[in-house]
């Protein structure tokens, strides 16, 4: 039990040492992550719909 609670009070003691970022950091960086997933996600629906078009010409009867 003594290791437990030595560790519980390590981490608590770590996560003191932590600078943790503003809110503006954050937000700020949750818009990069969100345009970096939207535009990543038009460029993967632009690549599939044009080589659907191919397969469909292609493969067409």
């Known amino acids: ?5 030595r560790f ?3 981490c608590v003691a770590e996560l003191r ?3 943790w970022p503003s809110r503006s950091e954050v937000l700020s ?3 990069v992550v969100f345009i970096s997933t939207v535009v990543v996600a038009v460029i ?3 690549l599939d719909w044009v080589f659907t ?3 469909n010409l292609v493969f067409a009867s």
């Open 1 to 5: 039990m003594k290791k437990l609670f």
């Open 8 to 10: 519980c009070k390590e």
């Open 29 to 31: 960086s949750v818009k």
């Open 53 to 55: 078009q191919g397969m």
């Open 44 to 46: 993967l629906g632009l």
């Open 17 to 19: 040492k932590v600078t």
